[in-house]
Protein backbone atom coordinates (compact mmCIF):
# COMPACT_ATOMS: atom_id res chain seq x y z
CA UNK A 1 0.00 0.00 0.00
CA UNK A 2 2.26 3.32 -0.98
CA UNK A 3 -0.47 5.47 1.06
CA UNK A 4 -2.11 8.58 0.04
CA UNK A 5 -0.14 10.60 -2.83
CA UNK A 6 0.09 14.26 -3.42
CA UNK A 7 2.10 16.09 -5.93
CA UNK A 8 4.13 18.25 -5.74
CA UNK A 9 6.01 18.25 -2.45
CA UNK A 10 6.45 21.89 -3.15
CA UNK A 11 5.27 24.62 -5.42
CA UNK A 12 6.67 28.43 -5.53
CA UNK A 13 4.62 30.17 -7.77
CA UNK A 14 3.47 34.50 -8.28
CA UNK A 15 0.56 35.60 -7.60
CA UNK A 16 -2.01 35.48 -10.25
CA UNK A 17 -0.80 31.77 -11.65
CA UNK A 18 -3.09 28.91 -11.65
CA UNK A 19 -1.73 26.71 -9.05
CA UNK A 20 -2.74 22.84 -9.09
CA UNK A 21 -2.27 20.36 -6.88
CA UNK A 22 -3.10 17.14 -7.29
CA UNK A 23 -3.88 13.55 -4.94
CA UNK A 24 -4.03 10.00 -5.37
CA UNK A 25 -6.25 8.20 -2.39
CA UNK A 26 -5.74 4.88 -1.08
CA UNK A 27 -7.28 2.10 -3.17
CA UNK A 28 -10.57 1.44 -1.64
CA UNK A 29 -10.94 4.49 0.46
CA UNK A 30 -14.54 5.90 -0.95
CA UNK A 31 -13.79 9.26 1.34
CA UNK A 32 -11.48 12.05 0.34
CA UNK A 33 -10.56 15.56 2.40
CA UNK A 34 -8.68 18.19 1.46
CA UNK A 35 -7.17 20.02 4.16
CA UNK A 36 -5.12 23.77 4.64
CA UNK A 37 -2.73 23.73 7.38
CA UNK A 38 -1.71 27.28 8.66
CA UNK A 39 0.27 28.57 11.38
CA UNK A 40 -2.29 30.87 12.16
CA UNK A 41 -5.50 28.66 11.49
CA UNK A 42 -3.68 25.18 12.08
CA UNK A 43 -5.91 22.55 10.08
CA UNK A 44 -8.89 23.65 8.25
CA UNK A 45 -11.27 21.33 5.97
CA UNK A 46 -11.81 22.79 2.84
CA UNK A 47 -13.91 20.20 0.79
CA UNK A 48 -14.52 16.27 1.25
CA UNK A 49 -15.90 13.81 -1.31
CA UNK A 50 -17.69 10.82 -0.96
CA UNK A 51 -17.55 8.13 -3.96
CA UNK A 52 -16.09 11.13 -5.64
CA UNK A 53 -19.04 13.54 -5.01
CA UNK A 54 -18.56 16.68 -3.59
CA UNK A 55 -20.29 16.40 -0.15
CA UNK A 56 -19.33 19.96 1.48
CA UNK A 57 -17.01 22.54 0.15
CA UNK A 58 -18.15 24.67 2.69
CA UNK A 59 -14.91 25.28 3.85
CA UNK A 60 -13.54 26.33 0.81
CA UNK A 61 -12.09 29.96 1.03
CA UNK A 62 -13.72 31.66 -1.93
CA UNK A 63 -14.32 30.83 -5.63
CA UNK A 64 -10.98 31.23 -6.27
CA UNK A 65 -10.65 27.49 -4.86
CA UNK A 66 -12.30 24.66 -6.68
CA UNK A 67 -11.89 20.76 -6.13
CA UNK A 68 -12.83 17.83 -8.60
CA UNK A 69 -12.68 14.21 -8.46
CA UNK A 70 -13.54 13.04 -11.88
CA UNK A 71 -12.67 9.29 -10.85
CA UNK A 72 -11.85 7.18 -7.56
CA UNK A 73 -8.60 7.20 -8.20
CA UNK A 74 -7.58 11.05 -8.38
CA UNK A 75 -8.52 14.48 -7.08
CA UNK A 76 -7.31 17.89 -7.31
CA UNK A 77 -7.00 21.05 -6.19
CA UNK A 78 -6.95 24.36 -7.90
CA UNK A 79 -6.63 27.83 -7.03
CA UNK A 80 -6.92 30.86 -9.60
CA UNK A 81 -5.34 33.35 -9.13
CA UNK A 82 -3.49 32.34 -6.32
CA UNK A 83 -2.83 34.88 -3.70
CA UNK A 84 -0.15 35.33 -0.96
CA UNK A 85 -2.40 34.40 1.49
CA UNK A 86 -2.93 31.15 0.25
CA UNK A 87 0.65 29.99 1.25
CA UNK A 88 0.26 26.94 3.38
CA UNK A 89 0.35 23.35 3.36
CA UNK A 90 -2.34 21.48 1.63
CA UNK A 91 -3.22 18.10 2.52
CA UNK A 92 -5.20 15.37 1.03
CA UNK A 93 -6.68 12.46 3.39
CA UNK A 94 -8.64 9.61 2.24
CA UNK A 95 -10.73 7.08 4.56
CA UNK A 96 -13.38 4.60 4.33
CA UNK A 97 -15.60 5.52 7.86
CA UNK A 98 -12.35 5.21 9.75
CA UNK A 99 -8.66 7.09 10.45
CA UNK A 100 -7.82 9.49 8.19
CA UNK A 101 -4.70 8.76 6.13
CA UNK A 102 -3.10 11.41 5.32
CA UNK A 103 -0.54 12.36 2.37
CA UNK A 104 2.68 14.15 2.79
CA UNK A 105 1.36 17.48 1.59
CA UNK A 106 2.34 20.13 -0.86
CA UNK A 107 3.66 23.11 0.69
CA UNK A 108 2.61 26.19 -1.76
CA UNK A 109 4.34 29.26 -1.42
CA UNK A 110 2.57 32.30 -3.67
CA UNK A 111 5.13 35.42 -4.20
CA UNK B 1 -21.46 20.95 16.53
CA UNK B 2 -18.09 19.41 17.79
CA UNK B 3 -15.01 20.88 18.78
CA UNK B 4 -11.89 20.36 20.39
CA UNK B 5 -10.10 21.52 22.73
CA UNK B 6 -6.29 21.25 23.69
CA UNK B 7 -5.09 22.64 26.62
CA UNK B 8 -1.30 23.19 25.86
CA UNK B 9 0.40 24.42 22.83
CA UNK B 10 3.64 23.61 23.81
CA UNK B 11 5.13 20.68 25.85
CA UNK B 12 8.68 20.49 26.79
CA UNK B 13 9.86 17.54 28.19
CA UNK B 14 13.39 15.80 29.26
CA UNK B 15 13.94 12.43 27.84
CA UNK B 16 12.86 9.78 29.99
CA UNK B 17 10.45 11.71 31.69
CA UNK B 18 6.76 10.93 31.23
CA UNK B 19 4.48 13.58 29.06
CA UNK B 20 0.47 13.94 29.12
CA UNK B 21 -0.74 16.23 25.89
CA UNK B 22 -4.40 17.05 27.42
CA UNK B 23 -7.72 16.78 24.64
CA UNK B 24 -11.22 18.24 25.52
CA UNK B 25 -13.85 17.67 23.02
CA UNK B 26 -17.57 18.99 22.65
CA UNK B 27 -19.93 16.83 20.91
CA UNK B 28 -24.32 16.84 21.29
CA UNK B 29 -23.53 12.71 20.35
CA UNK B 30 -21.46 9.52 20.88
CA UNK B 31 -17.82 10.74 19.32
CA UNK B 32 -15.22 8.82 17.74
CA UNK B 33 -11.58 9.90 19.00
CA UNK B 34 -7.91 9.93 17.61
CA UNK B 35 -4.65 11.21 17.96
CA UNK B 36 -2.47 12.19 15.46
CA UNK B 37 1.13 12.74 15.29
CA UNK B 38 2.91 14.85 12.97
CA UNK B 39 6.65 15.50 12.49
CA UNK B 40 8.42 18.15 10.65
CA UNK B 41 7.81 18.10 7.04
CA UNK B 42 5.40 15.34 6.87
CA UNK B 43 1.75 13.90 6.81
CA UNK B 44 -0.32 13.65 10.04
CA UNK B 45 -0.02 9.71 11.24
CA UNK B 46 -2.70 8.37 13.31
CA UNK B 47 -1.37 7.89 16.78
CA UNK B 48 -4.85 5.86 18.61
CA UNK B 49 -8.54 5.91 17.80
CA UNK B 50 -10.79 5.54 20.54
CA UNK B 51 -14.16 3.64 18.42
CA UNK B 52 -15.86 2.15 21.38
CA UNK B 53 -15.42 -0.79 23.69
CA UNK B 54 -12.47 0.21 26.04
CA UNK B 55 -11.75 3.50 27.70
CA UNK B 56 -7.88 2.75 27.99
CA UNK B 57 -6.96 2.50 24.14
CA UNK B 58 -2.91 1.69 22.98
CA UNK B 59 -1.37 2.72 20.27
CA UNK B 60 1.91 3.14 18.37
CA UNK B 61 5.39 4.16 19.64
CA UNK B 62 4.18 3.53 23.13
CA UNK B 63 1.34 6.15 23.83
CA UNK B 64 -2.00 5.74 25.21
CA UNK B 65 -5.21 7.52 26.19
CA UNK B 66 -8.04 7.70 27.90
CA UNK B 67 -11.61 8.11 26.87
CA UNK B 68 -13.53 10.07 29.88
CA UNK B 69 -17.37 10.33 28.40
CA UNK B 70 -18.16 12.77 31.67
CA UNK B 71 -15.39 14.80 31.65
CA UNK B 72 -15.78 15.08 27.95
CA UNK B 73 -11.80 14.44 27.77
CA UNK B 74 -9.15 12.05 25.63
CA UNK B 75 -5.46 12.68 27.46
CA UNK B 76 -2.67 11.37 25.69
CA UNK B 77 -0.03 9.80 27.67
CA UNK B 78 3.71 8.10 27.59
CA UNK B 79 5.12 6.84 30.49
CA UNK B 80 8.62 7.43 29.14
CA UNK B 81 9.91 9.46 26.06
CA UNK B 82 12.15 9.55 23.62
CA UNK B 83 14.23 12.45 21.45
CA UNK B 84 12.16 10.64 18.49
CA UNK B 85 9.16 11.67 20.14
CA UNK B 86 9.17 15.45 18.86
CA UNK B 87 6.58 16.45 17.05
CA UNK B 88 2.66 18.04 17.12
CA UNK B 89 0.32 16.12 18.26
CA UNK B 90 -3.34 16.57 16.98
CA UNK B 91 -6.63 15.43 18.54
CA UNK B 92 -9.48 14.89 16.62
CA UNK B 93 -13.28 13.75 16.99
CA UNK B 94 -15.59 12.90 14.24
CA UNK B 95 -19.26 11.21 14.63
CA UNK B 96 -22.14 9.88 12.63
CA UNK B 97 -24.02 12.82 12.56
CA UNK B 98 -21.15 14.66 10.70
CA UNK B 99 -20.23 12.04 8.46
CA UNK B 100 -17.61 11.50 10.19
CA UNK B 101 -15.47 14.51 9.14
CA UNK B 102 -12.56 15.06 11.40
CA UNK B 103 -12.21 18.75 13.70
CA UNK B 104 -8.82 19.27 14.97
CA UNK B 105 -7.67 20.78 17.93
CA UNK B 106 -4.58 23.36 17.48
CA UNK B 107 -2.14 21.03 18.35
CA UNK B 108 0.39 20.27 20.87
CA UNK B 109 4.20 20.64 20.17
CA UNK B 110 6.30 18.50 21.90
CA UNK B 111 10.12 19.00 22.24
CA UNK B 112 12.03 16.43 23.77
CA UNK B 113 15.42 17.27 25.20
CA UNK B 114 18.08 15.08 26.20
Known amino acids: DAGVIQSPRHEVTEMGQEVTLRCKPISGHDYLFWYRQTMMRGLELLIY????????DSGMPEDRFSAKMPNASFSTLKIQPSEPRDSAVYFC?????????FGNGTRLTVT | AQSVTQLDSQVPVFEEAPVELRCNYS??????LFWYVQYPNQGLQLLLKYLSGSTLVKGINGFEAEFNKSQTSFHLRKPSVHISDTAEYFC????????????FGAGTTVTVRA
Open chain 1, 49 to 56: FNNNVPID
Open chain 1, 93 to 101: ASSTLGPLH
Open chain 2, 27 to 32: SSVSVY
Open chain 2, 92 to 103: AVSDKANDYKLS
